[in-house]
Every structure is written in C-alpha cells, then in structure tokens.
C-alpha cells in the first residue's frame, strides 16, 4: 500500500450545527483541531477507558472517540438505546469505564435516579447547557472518589475551548458552575460590540480563539467572515455567549446574545 499524508490543515470532518441563523451548516473541523482537542484534556484521563456514547453526529463525539485512541486510551462503545442509570451501571463494570461525558440534562438524569451507577469511574464530565449546582453536589456527596469536569465549547471551536475542574469541597458562595478556563492552545477573550476587550468582571461576548478555532462554514463565505473575526492577527471565533471572568479567573457563563436556546445540547432557534 502507498503511504497516505494528509496536512494538518486538511477537513477531517464536517458537523452541520443551526448555529446563529437557524439554517443548518456544515462546520469545517479540521485534523489539527482533533489534535488540539486529544492532547487538550490535562489531568483527565484518557489512557484509560473513555465511554463512546454520542451520536455520531454530536461533536461530543470526537472527544469520546479520539481523545482516548491518539493516548493509547480504550474506546468502549455504549449500547444502543436511551442511556438510563442501570445500563450505564453495567456498561461501566462490564469495560472498566474509567472516563465518560455526559449533556448536563443527561447528567441531572442519572444524579437524580441513580448516583451510584457512576461508581468506578475515576472522570465524569458534562456540558452542553448550564451545570447545575444542587446536582452537581448531590454527585459529589455519593462519589467521592469521582472528580467531575464542565466542559465548554462550540462545534466550531472544536467540542470543548474550556474546562472546570468542579473543587471540592463545594464552595458555600458558589451559586452557579462556572464554564472555566482555556484549554491549552485555545485564547478566550471577553469583549464588547465593539470587539475591544472589556476589564476582567465585566459583561461581554465570548470570543474564542487558537488551535481549535475551525476553517468556517463549508461553502458560506459571507457567513464565516461574520462570525469568525481576525484580531491581534488571529482567528476568533464570536461564540454569542455572554460571560465574565470571576476573581479567580474562571469564566462564567450568563446567557446569549440572542434567542438561541439549548436543548440536551443541541442548539435550537427559537425563530
């Protein structure tokens, strides 16, 4: 057989996402941003048994599958069907689990039924929509063993841009779960309308630049230009998240910009 070279820069995969317009599409991922996101994870473990159980179509899906196989990780594959807290119990003692993700309503899911089903696991990770604190704690109470991660990011910053370690113990003054801090090779910057950076606690747009940072939208130039801005001569991409960095530098997310909505972690339009 021939050796087979692709660049960096070439598309590894197109996810189409309704994104800021409600019209569906394609994102343009490219293999270096998979390597960003694989070699992005820190301390969570990948080398163990990461939990495949995104659709292929969810972008959460390329972390469950390339995060653990570019470490010299496992990938179990989930059965099929809904995901309830007795099959997840067994799937995790049947391929000694070790790292899995899960929507945060999927995650509110299984705290509320079954928290032990996580046991064994030494990583759980959730994201999608806004964490919730009564549930995220309810998890810490039952697994104490278990560290829990938010993860934050848009298809087109390639699945996750930040991650926050969730402390233990729970901080009495903490009423919300921030989204966190930058991945190594990811650059967040909070600015204004006008694109200028705003001080550090105050309001404004997510712009998120880096490795992770796609090629735009397949075949919308006029799109892509307007979400992806060049600043200080990089790419960022405008998230329309609102949010602010809290006095220990961890980002928190307050909302959108527009009428965009989550749903398991799928973004709806309300238009």
Request: aromatic share 8%; glycine share 12%; charged share 20%.
């Amino acid at each position: 057989l021939s050796p087979v070279s692709i660049s960096p820069e070439a598309d590894a995969y197109i996810y189409y996402t309704s994104g800021s317009t409600g019209a569906p599409k394609g994102v343009r991922v490219r293999h270096r941003n998979i390597a960003y996101l694989a070699r992005g994870l820190g301390e969570i473990d990948t080398k163990g048994t990461f939990l495949h159980a995104a659709s292929p179509a969810f972008d959460a899906a390329t972390l469950e599958l390339w995060a653990p196989l570019l470490s010299g990780g496992c990938c179990a594959l989930a059965p099929a069907g809904l995901l309830s807290a007795a099959v997840l119990a067994d799937t995790i003692r049947e391929h000694q689990v070790s790292t899995l993700w899960l929507t945060a309503s999927l995650f509110n899911e299984i705290i509320d039924d079954d928290p032990s089903c996580l046991n064994g696991v030494r990583d759980v990770l959730f994201g999608g929509e806004a964490g919730s604190p009564r549930h995220v704690l309810t998890a810490q109470r039952a697994l104490p063993d278990v560290r829990f991660w938010n993860g934050y990011g848009p298809t087109e910053t390639t699945t996750f841009a930040t991650l926050y370690p969730v402390p233990r113990p729970w901080p009495e003054n903490l009423t919300h779960v921030p989204i966190g801090f930058a991945l190594p090779g990811a650059e967040l910057l909070i600015a204004d309308d006008t694109l200028d950076e705003v001080p550090d606690g105050q309001e404004g747009e997510l712009l998120i630049g880096g490795a992770g940072v796609t090629a735009g939208y397949l075949g919308q130039p006029h799109l892509t230009e307007e979400r992806f801005v060049t600043l200080k001569g990089m790419s960022y991409y405008r998230s329309g998240d609102r949010v602010r960095r809290g006095k220990d530098g961890a980002i928190e997310f307050l909302g959108r910009r527009d009428w965009q909505v989550k749903l398991r972690g799928y973004r709806i339009e309300l238009g």
